[in-house]
């Protein structure tokens, strides 16, 4: 049952009932994503087949509707997603954190709606993060109250989400100079989404810019960014490396089946037979060894997030620091250990597929470009250092992590 602090309950969900749900949604995504990637195709009837099946509401307790899903099973059914359409399954990081959000909050009138709304399927958007060397500490957009409303005004980046979604989550600065997040309605006047998303990885996520011009907000859907939920970053960063994790899935699935398919091999190869050269098996088992480890290292992570919950809702307290300071050492190691899997699959599989394997017609350049975009949003060069000040000094980690003047949601 939920507390009476929060909406947040201990996690009921079986794996298989969630596999059964999903797994099916998973396999017809994943056969339309090659297409969908050489032409930029926009997934939404994707992102609408997920909703349909409530893939926004795992976390929700099922005594208010939901399915009662962990933390863990929730990031590894998105790296599932995943590996059948990463762009897909990023599409639903700002949402699944918007939610988490709502589920920590107190229980009251205006947030009984937002829980009915999202298991309506009603669908949350980003918009955090600013252009141009803008951080949270300068950030440009304003949140501005008038009478019993508020207008938001401002533009954004990084809007991840933005095309597939009901409402935006708007990051802004109000009067007096403090954050907050402002939900506003994707179709309302002074709403300007715009596809200008130019990176070479993850180019059907919407990702692109977003502009407010004076867009009203209700008093309901305005909340003061410090009361946002304490693992927000562990959260956005753990959704990122469940993506990252999928790659590196899928890498292995789809170098299996080009080498199951390859019919000619080198003179100086060991067989024959691609498929029974043991060098060429080798490069398929050590990516095979990398996302076992990217799977471990998310589940490591993610548990400690888990713990996070289960001591709010035994406790009704916010999560004590030590249990933050294990989740960012966990979830910043993760991050180090899945990075480099994904990279390194999607660049050494191509050493046991030949010529044949840059075609185009297989699409697995994509994994590349996807992983290696993901990887490039939080910068994972600092996080060795951090971790080993925290392992030799004792220095916490996570003001140097998580500060809010330095960064967002798409940094």
Same mark, same amino acid.
């Given at each position: 049952?939920?507390?009476?602090?929060?909406?947040l309950?201990?996690?009921?969900?079986?794996?298989?009932?969630?596999?059964?749900?999903?797994?099916?949604?998973?396999?017809?995504?994943?056969?339309?994503?090659?297409?969908r990637?050489?032409?930029?195709?926009?997934?939404?009837d994707?992102?609408?087949a997920?909703?349909?099946?409530?893939?926004?509401?795992?976390?929700?307790?099922?005594?208010?509707?939901?399915?009662?899903?962990?933390?863990?099973?929730?990031f590894?059914?998105?790296?599932?997603?995943a590996?059948?359409?990463?762009?897909?399954?990023?599409?639903?990081r700002?949402?699944?954190?918007f939610?988490?959000?709502r589920?920590?909050?107190a229980?009251?009138?205006?947030?009984?709606?937002?829980?009915?709304?999202?298991?309506?399927?009603?669908?949350?958007?980003?918009?955090?993060?600013?252009?141009?060397?803008?951080?949270?500490?300068?950030?440009?957009?304003?949140?501005t109250?008038?009478?019993?409303?508020?207008f938001?005004?401002?533009?954004?980046?990084?809007?991840?989400?933005?095309?597939?979604?009901?409402?935006?989550?708007?990051?802004g600065?109000?009067?007096?100079?403090?954050?907050?997040?402002?939900?506003?309605?994707?179709?309302?006047?002074?709403?300007?989404?715009?596809?200008d998303?130019r990176?070479?990885g993850?180019?059907?996520?919407a990702?692109?810019?977003a502009?407010y011009?004076?867009?009203?907000a209700?008093?309901?859907?305005?909340f003061?960014?410090?009361?946002?939920?304490?693992?927000?970053?562990?959260?956005?960063?753990?959704?990122?490396?469940?993506?990252?994790?999928?790659?590196?899935?899928?890498?292995?699935?789809?170098?299996?089946?080009?080498?199951?398919?390859?019919?000619?091999?080198?003179?100086h190869?060991?067989?024959?037979?691609?498929?029974?050269?043991?060098?060429?098996? +080798?490069?398929?088992?050590?990516a =095979? /060894?990398?996302?076992?480890?990217?799977? %471990? $290292?998310?589940?490591? !992570? &993610? #548990?400690?997030?888990?713990?996070?919950?289960s001591?709010?809702?035994?406790?009704?307290?916010?999560?004590?620091?030590d249990?933050?300071?294990? +989740?960012?050492?966990?979830?910043? =190691? /993760?991050?180090l250990?899945?990075?480099? %899997? $994904?990279l390194?699959? !999607? &660049? #050494?599989?191509?050493?046991?597929?030949?010529a044949?394997?840059?075609?185009?017609?297989?699409?697995?350049?994509?994994?590349?470009?996807?992983?290696?975009?993901?990887?490039?949003?939080?910068?994972?060069?600092?996080?060795?250092?951090?971790?080993?000040?925290?392992?030799?000094?004792?220095?916490?980690?996570?003001?140097?992590?998580?500060?809010?003047?330095?960064?967002?949601q798409?940094?």
């Amino acid at each position: 049952m939920t507390t009476a602090e929060s909406y947040l309950a201990s996690s009921t969900a079986d794996d298989r009932e969630l596999t059964d749900r999903f797994g099916p949604i998973f396999d017809e995504i994943a056969r339309g994503n090659p297409e969908r990637e050489k032409n930029r195709e926009f997934p939404h009837d994707q992102v609408r087949a997920l909703n349909d099946a409530g893939f926004g509401t795992l976390r929700i307790p099922v005594a208010l509707g939901g399915f009662g899903a962990s933390l863990e099973q929730t990031f590894a059914l998105l790296a599932d997603l995943a590996a059948a359409d990463p762009n897909v399954a990023h599409i639903w990081r700002n949402h699944l954190a918007f939610v988490e959000d709502r589920l920590n909050a107190a229980p009251s009138p205006g947030n009984d709606v937002w829980i009915k709304r999202f298991l309506s399927g009603e669908f949350v958007g980003g918009g955090w993060t600013e252009a141009n060397g803008v951080t949270l500490a300068n950030i440009v957009t304003t949140v501005t109250p008038e009478g019993d409303h508020w207008f938001v005004t401002g533009a954004k980046y990084y809007a991840t989400g933005s095309l597939y979604a009901d409402w935006l989550d708007v990051l802004g600065k109000s009067d007096d100079g403090s954050l907050l997040t402002a939900l506003v309605r994707a179709d309302q006047d002074g709403v300007a989404l715009v596809d200008d998303w130019r990176g070479f990885g993850q180019r059907t996520t919407a990702s692109g810019s977003a502009r407010y011009d004076a867009v009203r907000a209700e008093a309901g859907d305005v909340f003061p960014a410090a009361e946002r939920f304490s693992y927000q970053s562990h959260f956005y960063q753990t959704a990122m490396l469940s993506v990252l994790t999928g790659i590196t899935k899928a890498i292995v699935r789809d170098g299996t089946r080009a080498l199951q398919d390859r019919r000619r091999n080198y003179p100086h190869g060991l067989s024959e037979t691609p498929a029974q050269d043991a060098q060429l098996l +080798a490069v398929i088992g050590e990516a =095979s /060894a990398l996302a076992f480890g990217a799977e %471990a $290292a998310l589940a490591r !992570a &993610t #548990g400690t997030l888990d713990r996070i919950v289960s001591g709010r809702v035994a406790n009704g307290a916010a999560a004590p620091r030590d249990r933050l300071v294990t +989740a960012e050492v966990a979830v910043s =190691s /993760a991050q180090l250990v899945i990075i480099d %899997a $994904a990279l390194r699959a !999607a &660049t #050494g599989v191509f050493d046991a597929l030949g010529a044949s394997g840059v075609s185009e017609d297989l699409g697995l350049d994509r994994h590349w470009r996807n992983a290696r975009t993901l990887a490039s949003h939080n910068p994972r060069v600092y996080k060795a250092r951090i971790l080993g000040d925290w392992v030799v000094n004792g220095k916490d980690p996570v003001p140097d992590l998580v500060g809010g003047a330095r960064g967002g949601q798409g940094d």
